[in-house]
C-alpha cells in the first residue's frame, strides 16, 4: 500500500506538460566557436544543417527525472505492515514478559515500524511496557524508538492491571489516541482485565498485535529418588517439546521429548543416574529463549544418598518394630535409601564405602575403634550424621553427639510417670525446621536428655513444650551431626508416624552436604537463612546472570510468584542456594482468547516500511548524469571513438551488470590478482579477511596497521604492510594468520570459499576469528547473530576440538606472559584448539602445546578495535571497562597471536632451556 | 576525453577584451612585442651575419689617400699621423633601399587558439617589428607601410611600434594592404594570415610592381585554422563580422577544409609569385625566430649585409 508523506508535492506533476514544451523548444546549445577562415568554411557547404530537434529519448529521459524528483519530494512510502499511519496521538503496549522474549526482536522490529509510520505522520507517539506503572509520555517518534531500544523482557508475567490504568487515563488525557497493544498472547497477567479496560477506556481505536507463537514453559521440578521429572506447559497446539537437562556449565546431560498428546500440561521424566541428576543445575525446553521455558534445580532438589544402619537385627517378620522401617518410608519419596545386607559384620564401614551423603544411625551405640574413626572422618569431610536415640545410645558414651546426654533418658505419661506426654514446641526463627507447622498432635513420651551445658539453646533445632530439646545438631569439621532425641520407631513417641518427620528429615537432606562457611559459626548461618540475597538471576531469555538492582532477597520459604522484586534465578550463598521458579509449581498458563474479549488480534509483520525517497532519488541522480553525459556527447565535449555511442552503452550496461553480478568482476582482476601475490609473496605480512562493511574493514585495516607497527619496534619480526583479503579469490598461502573479523549481516560464502579455508587451516594457516560481541554474549542464552553466523561458516570446515585458552597454553608465553587476550572487551574467553591432557605421571610442565600451531582462534573481544589508531597514533575506539593497560595488553596479545602463528611450539621448547644447559654442564 | 582546443579574440582596435582576460589590446600589448622583437632581432644579428664582421657598430668601410681640393675636416688625422700621406676615412656608400612593412591589423589577426602561444597579430608585429630592425642595422631603411616615411634611425623598432599603436584604429579597418607612394626598386613586406580573396591581394600587389617594389609574403597561421581541431556540434563565428556557420559536426569537415584551405593557401602563393614577391609561410606554434630568420635570408641572403637581388 502506498502512501505519501507531503501528497501536496505531487501538484508538481502538473507541471510535466511545461517541461516537456520547454525541453523541446531548446534544443542543447552547440558549441561557439570564433574561427576567422569561416568564410573558407562557409565555401564548404552551404548552412543546410537547421539546429536539431531533442531526440525523443533524451526528452524522455529528461521527462522521467523530473517526475522521480517530484515524486521523491511528495515522500512516498510503500507500508506492507498494513498499519495505518494518522496523526493522533498512540499508545503503544507492549507485554515484556517472558512470553514475550522468544519472538522478542521481531516484536521490537514490528513495533519499530509502527513507530516510523507514526513518527512520519507527525504523531506523538508514547511506548509502554506491561510491567510498568508509570503513566506514558508520549513524544517524537525518535523518544519512543529509544525506548523501545532499550525495552528488555522481564523475568515473571507482569500484571497488567497498573498499565491498564495508564491507559485508560492516556485515552482520556488525549482524546481521539490510538492504542496499539502488541500482546504475548498469554491470558495470565489479567490480559482479560487489560482487554477490558482498553475497550471501555474511550480511545477512538484499539488494535492487537500477536507474533505467530505460543509459548511453552516449564514449572515445578522434581528430583526425587525415582526420576527428574518436570511439567511441561503449551499455550499453543505444539506436538512436544524437547526438554534438556543441564550442568552448571551449559553442557547438555541428558534430554528427553515430552508429547503434550492433546494435552496443556504434561509430566516429562529425565532418567538419568542419581550422579548424573544431581549435576543437573537447571532444565530447558529447546528452541524457546525464555524464563519461563527454564527450570532451575537446587541443593533441595538434589537426591541424597542416605544410608541406613540400625542398632538391632532386623526382624523381617515383624518390620514395625524395627526403626529402620519409619525411617526408610520417610525418605524414600526423596532420597536414594541404601541398606547393608543382612549379614555383613560391620555396616557402618560397609556403607561408608558407597559415600552415602547422609548417615543415619538408628539406636547405634559406638566404641572407640575403627568403625568410631571412619565415621569421624566422614563426618569432618562433610558427611551428615543423623543420629537417633534409643536404649543403647542412652547408655553409650562416645563424642559423635552435638551433645552431652544424662544418663537414662526420661519418661514422660508412664505409668510410672506424673507427667503428660509432651506436645512440641513452635520452631524457632534460627532453627532449619522453621516454617513447618508445630503439629499438636505429635507427643512425646521418652526421651534423652541433654547436660543443660552452655550453647545447649543455640544447638537446639526442635524442642517439646517444656523446653527440653528434641532435636539437636552441631557442625563438625565441614560435616553436621544430628541427634533426635527420640528413637526411630513408634515406641518413644509418635514423632516418627507423622508427617511432620518426613519434612523434618527432608530439610535436613536438603542441608547435607552443605558445608559451612566458616567452622563454629553455625548461629550465623542461621541467622542468613532468614533471608537469602540473590546471587544469580534469569532475564527474561531465560539466561542467568547476576541480579540487576530491583533485585531484594526473599524470605525463607518464600513461595510467591516471581516479580521484580523477586526474579527468578538462585539466592543464596555458596552452594547453599534456594531456586525461585519462574512459574510456581501449580501455576499455567493458556492462551487469551482476543475474540472473547471482543478484540480481533492481526499478526504482527516485522516487516519494516520501505521508504520509496531513496531510490527514487537515486535514480533521479543516475538520470540527471546520464544527461549531462548524453549532452556533451550531443555537443562535441564528448569524445567518443567510432561506434562510440554504442560503446558507450554497453560500457554502461557492464557497469550496471558489475554491481548486480560479481562473476563479471570476477573474471576481470585475475591477472592483477596474481600480481598482487607476487607481491605479497615477498614479505610476510598480516591480512584481514574483507567482510564488505566498510566500517569493519577500515576497523581491521587500521587494527592490523598498528600491530605491524608494534611487531617492527618490538620483535625481531618485520612484516609488510597488511592487506584485506577476499578468501573467494585470493591466494591464501602467503599469509601465517587471518584476522576474521564476523560481520553477521554479510552472505555466508560460498561453500568453495569455505573449502579453500578449510585448506588453508589443513595446510598450516591460522584463521582468528573475532565475533566482536563479547558485550552482547549472554552465558546460555540465545546465540547472538554474529556467533550464528560463524556457527553456520565452521559446518564447512573441520574444526578440532576446542577449549578455553588455559593458563599454561604456549600462546599465552611466545612474546608476553599473559593471563588472557583482551580487545576492547575483557570478557570475552579466547578458544583454541585443545591441548592433550596433562599426562599425569610427568611433572607438572610449566607450558604445554600441541605439536603443530592451532589451526583456530575464536575470540568475541574485537581485538582489531582495540588496536586500531589513526595516523596520529591516537586510538580509535573506546575500550570496556578500558584503560591505557588494556590497550597495551590488546597489543601484547597480538603480539603472541602472531608469534604463535609465526614460532609455533617453540617457546614451549625453550622453558626446558634451563634444564638442558645444565646437562650440558655435566 | 573532451576537446580542449579553444580560441580567443579580441579586437585590436579596443581596449576590451572580446573573449578572455589575456587578451588585450594591441596598443597595450606593444612594450612586450617590442622587447620581444629586440630579442629576435639580436639573436639574428648574430646568427646571420655577425661571424664576418669585427664587432658590433663598426661602421667603418675604407681609407682613402687624400685628395687635393677635399675639405681638410675629412682627414683621419690618426691614420695619417703614421705615415707620410693623409687617408680619409670614409664611410659606406649609403644605396639604401626602402623597405616598406605591414603588419595587418585586422581583426581576424587578433586571433589565437590554445595550441600556440601567441596570436597572430603579435606574433605579425613582432616580426615586422624584428625584421625592421635588422633592415636598420644592415643600412637599410625601414617604414610602415602608409603610417611612415622611411627611417634609417636606430630606435626603428619604438617609431614603428608607436606608429602601428596610434594608427591600430585606421589600420583595422582594411584587411588589404594600403597604397602608399613609394620610391622605384622599394621593398615591400607584407605580413597577414592573408584571409581576403586572393584575386583582391593580387590586384594589389600587381600595383605594387607597377610601382617597382618587390617584396615579401609572410602568411601568418594559427594551427587550428590549419587543422580545425574541432568536435561536434558547433557554430563559427567569423571575426570579420560574416555570418556564422553552423556545422553539425565539426569533425566531419574536418579534411574537406584541410584541402580548401590549402587551395586558399596556393592561390596566395601564386598571387605573390607571380609579381615575383618572395611567399613565405609561419605557424605561431612554431618559434618567431624561424620565421623571422626566413625573412631575414629570404630579403637580404646569407651574408647579411650584401645585398643581392633575388628573383
Known amino acids: 500500500m502506498f502512501s505519501f508523506a507531503a501528497p501536496l508535492a505531487l501538484v508538481g506533476l502538473i507541471g510535466l506538460p511545461l517541461i516537456y514544451w520547454l525541453l523541446r523548444v531548446t534544443p542543447p546549445r552547440p558549441r561557439e566557436i570564433v574561427f576567422p577562415p569561416t568564410k573558407i568554411l562557409r565555401e564548404l557547404k552551404p548552412d543546410e544543417e537547421t539546429p536539431a530537434k531533442t531526440p525523443w529519448w533524451l526528452m524522455a529521459l529528461r521527462l522521467a527525472l523530473a517526475a522521480a524528483l517530484m515524486l521523491a519530494m511528495a515522500g512516498p512510502v510503500w507500508a506492507p505492515s498494513g498499519v495505518v499511519a494518522s496523526s493522533a496521538s498512540m499508545l503503544i503496549v507492549i507485554d515484556d514478559g517472558w512470553a514475550a522474549a522468544p519472538t522478542w526482536e521481531r516484536r521490537v522490529a514490528g513495533a519499530a515500524s509502527i513507530i516510523e509510520s507514526a513518527a512520519r505522520a507527525g504523531g506523538p507517539v508514547a511506548v509502554a511496557l506491561a510491567s510498568e506503572t508509570a503513566a506514558p509520555v508520549p513524544g517524537d517518534g525518535g523518544r519512543a524508538m529509544e525506548k523501545l531500544r532499550s525495552a528488555r523482557p522481564k523475568p515473571f508475567l507482569p500484571d497488567r492491571k497498573a498499565i491498564g490504568e495508564q491507559a485508560v487515563a492516556f485515552a482520556r488525557a488525549h482524546p481521539g489516541a490510538r492504542i496499539i497493544w502488541i500482546s504475548d498472547g498469554v491470558a495470565q497477567g489479567d490480559a482479560a482485565g487489560f482487554a477490558h479496560a482498553l475497550k471501555e477506556s474511550g480511545a477512538s481505536g484499539v488494535e492487537v498485535y500477536v507474533e505467530d507463537h505460543a509459548p511453552r514453559a516449564l514449572a515445578a521440578p522434581t528430583n526425587d529418588a525415582a526420576a527428574l521429572s518436570v511439567d511441561v506447559l503449551r499455550t499453543g497446539d505444539d506436538a512436544s517439546a524437547v526438554i534438556d537437562a543441564l550442568d552448571a556449565k551449559g553442557r547438555t546431560i541428558g534430554r528427553t521429548t515430552a508429547d503434550f498428546n492433546g494435552a496443556p500440561r504434561v509430566s516429562a521424566k529425565i532418567e538419568l543416574p542419581v550422579e548424573l541428576r544431581n549435576e543437573v543445575s537447571h532444565l530447558r525446553i529447546e528452541g524457546e529463549n525464555s524464563a519461563g521455558a527454564v527450570a532451575l534445580l537446587d541443593a533441595r532438589s538434589k537426591v541424597k544418598r542416605i544410608a541406613l544402619v540400625g542398632g538391632e537385627s532386623a526382624d523381617q517378620a515383624q518390620p514395625l518394630l524395627s526403626p529402620l522401617y519409619y525411617l526408610e518410608k520417610a525418605l524414600a519419596p526423596f532420597a536414594q535409601i541404601r541398606m547393608a545386607r543382612p549379614g555383613v559384620v560391620d555396616p557402618v564401614q560397609a556403607l561408608l564405602a558407597e559415600n552415602p551423603n547422609i548417615m543415619a544411625l538408628a539406636d547405634v551405640g559406638l566404641a572407640p575403634g575403627e568403625t568410631f574413626d571412619a565415621l569421624s572422618r566422614f563426618v569432618e569431610e562433610g558427611g551428615t550424621l543423623v543420629r537417633f536415640a534409643g536404649p543403647r545410645l542412652a547408655n553409650a558414651d562416645d563424642d559423635l553427639l552435638p551433645v552431652r546426654l544424662r544418663r537414662n533418658g526420661r519418661v514422660l505419661g508412664g505409668a510410672m510417670s506424673w507427667e503428660e506426654p509432651k506436645s512440641l514446641a513452635e520452631f524457632d526463627a534460627t532453627s532449619p525446621f522453621f516454617g513447618l507447622p508445630a503439629a499438636k498432635d505429635v507427643t512425646v513420651q521418652r526421651q534423652v536428655l541433654a547436660e543443660p551445658d552452655p550453647g545447649l539453646a543455640d544447638k537446639t533445632w526442635a524442642r517439646l513444650s517444656d523446653g527440653t530439646p528434641l532435636v539437636t545438631a552441631e557442625r563438625r569439621g565441614k560435616g553436621l551431626i544430628v541427634l533426635f532425641h527420640v528413637n526411630a520407631d513408634a515406641n518413644w513417641s509418635n514423632l516418627p508416624i507423622s508427617g511432620l518427620f518426613v519434612e523434618m528429615l527432608k530439610r535436613i537432606s536438603a542441608m547435607a552436604g552443605e558445608s559451612t562457611p566458616s567452622g563454629g559459626e553455625q548461629s550465623s548461618t542461621m541467622a542468613e537463612q532468614s533471608a537469602l540475597a540473590p546471587m544469580r538471576v534469569l532475564d527474561g531469555f531465560g539466561a542467568l546472570g547476576a541480579p540487576g538492582p530491583t533485585a531484594q532477597s526473599i524470605p525463607p520459604g518464600f513461595e510467591g510468584p516471581a516479580s521484580a522484586e523477586h526474579p527468578p534465578g538462585l539466592y543464596g550463598a555458596g552452594e547453599v542456594f534456594v531456586a525461585v521458579q519462574t512459574l510456581r509449581p501449580k501455576d499455567g498458563i493458556s492462551a487469551f482468547d482476543f475474540k472473547g474479549a471482543g478484540l480481533s488480534a492481526t499478526a504482527l509483520r516485522s516487516s519494516s516500511q520501505l521508504d520509496l525517497r531513496g531510490p527514487l532519488l537515486a535514480f533521479a541522480l543516475v538520470a540527471f548524469i546520464a544527461d549531462a553525459l548524453i549532452a556533451m556527447a550531443l555537443a562535441g565535449k564528448l569524445r567518443l571513438r567510432p561506434f562510440g555511442a554504442a560503446t558507450a552503452a554497453l560500457l554502461a550496461l557492464l557497469c550496471m551488470s558489475a554491481a548486480t553480478d560479481e562473476t563479471r568482476a570476477e573474471s576481470a582482476p585475475k591477472s592483477a590478482s596474481s600480481q598482487r601475490d607476487k607481491d605479497v609473496a615477498l614479505t610476510t605480512r598480516l591480512a584481514y579477511v574483507v567482510s564488505g562493511d566498510a566500517h569493519v574493514d577500515e576497523t581491521s585495516r587500521l587494527g592490523l596497521d598498528a600491530l605491524t607497527q608494534a611487531l617492527n619496534m618490538r620483535t625481531s619480526f618485520s612484516p609488510g604492510d597488511p592487506v584485506g583479503v577476499d578468501p573467494a579469490k585470493d591466494e591464501l598461502a602467503f599469509y601465517p594468520m587471518l584476522y576474521w573479523p564476523i560481520v553477521a549481516s554479510a552472505p555466508q560464502p560460498s561453500a568453495k570459499t569455505v573449502a579453500r579455508v578449510a585448506a588453508y587451516m589443513k595446510q598450516g594457516g591460522t584463521v582468528v576469528f573475532d565475533t566482536r560481541d563479547a558485550l552482547a554474549q549472554r552465558v546460555g542464552g540465545a546465540p547472538t547473530p554474529e556467533t550464528q553466523w560463524l556457527r553456520d561458516l565452521t559446518k564447512g570446515l573441520d574444526i578440532p576440538p576446542l577449549e578455553v585458552t588455559p593458563r599454561d597454553h604456549v600462546i599465552t608465553k611466545t612474546f608476553y606472559l599473559l593471563d588472557g587476550f583482551v580487545g576492547r572487551y575483557a570478557n570475552g574467553e579466547t578458544w583454541v584448539e585443545a591441548l592433550p591432557p596433562e599426562p599425569k605421571d610427568q611433572a607438572a610442565r610449566p607450558v604445554r602445546a600441541t605439536d603443530s600451531v592451532s589451526a583456530i582462534v575464536i575470540t568475541s573481544n574485537d581485538l582489531a578495535g582495540a588496536w586500531a589508531q589513526d595516523k596520529r597514533g591516537q586510538p580509535l575506539f573506546p575500550l570496556t571497562p578500558g584503560g591505557a593497560r588494556q590497550r597495551e595488553l590488546a597489543l601484547r596479545g597480538g603480539i603472541n597471536l602472531v608469534m604463535y602463528t609465526l614460532t609455533g611450539n617453540y617457546k614451549s621448547d625453550q622453558v626446558h632451556v634451563r634444564d638442558l644447559l645444565e646437562r650440558l654442564g655435566q | ?311
Open chain 2, 1 to 311: 576525453m573532451f576537446s580542449d582546443v579553444t580560441t580567443r579574440a579580441y579586437d585590436p582596435a579596443l581596449r576590451k577584451p572580446a573573449d578572455g582576460a589575456a587578451a588585450a589590446d594591441l596598443a597595450s600589448q606593444m612594450p612586450r612585442l617590442v622587447a620581444r622583437a629586440r630579442e629576435i632581432a639580436a639573436s639574428l644579428a648574430y646568427g646571420v651575419h655577425g661571424r664576418k664582421r669585427a664587432g658590433v657598430g663598426e661602421t667603418f668601410w675604407q681609407y682613402r689617400p687624400f685628395a687635393s681640393g677635399e675639405a681638410a675636416y675629412r682627414i683621419d688625422w690618426r691614420r695619417s699621423a703614421r705615415g707620410d700621406q693623409l687617408y680619409v676615412r670614409e664611410r659606406e656608400w649609403e644605396a639604401a633601399h626602402d623597405y616598406f612593412l605591414w603588419m595587418d591589423c585586422s581583426p581576424s589577426m587578433a586571433f589565437g587558439s590554445s595550441l600556440a602561444s601567441d596570436d597572430k597579430l603579435s606574433r605579425a608585429v613582432t616580426l615586422g617589428l624584428a625584421l625592421a630592425d635588422v633592415l636598420v642595422r644592415g643600412g637599410e631603411r625601414a617604414a610602415a607601410l602608409g603610417l611612415t616615411a622611411p627611417v634609417s634611425a636606430r630606435d626603428v623598432i619604438d617609431w614603428l611600434a608607436r606608429a602601428l599603436a596610434e594608427n591600430a584604429m585606421e589600420a583595422a579597418r582594411d584587411d588589404l594592404p594600403p597604397q602608399a607612394p613609394m620610391r622605384p626598386r622599394a621593398r615591400v613586406v607584407l605580413i597577414s594570415d592573408f584571409l581576403i580573396d586572393p584575386d583582391a591581394l593580387a590586384a594589389r600587389l600587381r600595383r605594387f610592381a607597377d610601382a617597382g617594389a618587390s617584396g615579401a609574403i609572410l602568411m601568418v597561421t594559427d594551427p587550428s585554422e590549419e587543422t580545425l581541431p574541432f568536435f561536434g556540434e558547433t557554430t563559427f563565428v567569423d571575426t570579420d563580422g560574416g555570418p556564422a556557420f553552423y556545422a553539425g559536426d565539426a569533425r566531419s569537415l574536418r579534411a574537406a577544409y584541410a584541402r580548401r584551405f590549402e587551395a586558399h593557401r596556393d592561390a596566395i602563393r601564386r598571387a605573390a609569385q607571380h609579381v615575383g614577391f618572395i611567399f613565405l609561410q609561419h605557424r605561431t606554434d612554431r618559434p618567431a625566430a624561424e620565421a623571422a630568420l626566413a625573412l631575414a635570408m629570404g630579403l637580404l641572403g646569407t651574408d647579411g649585409l650584401g645585398f643581392e637581388e633575388r628573383r
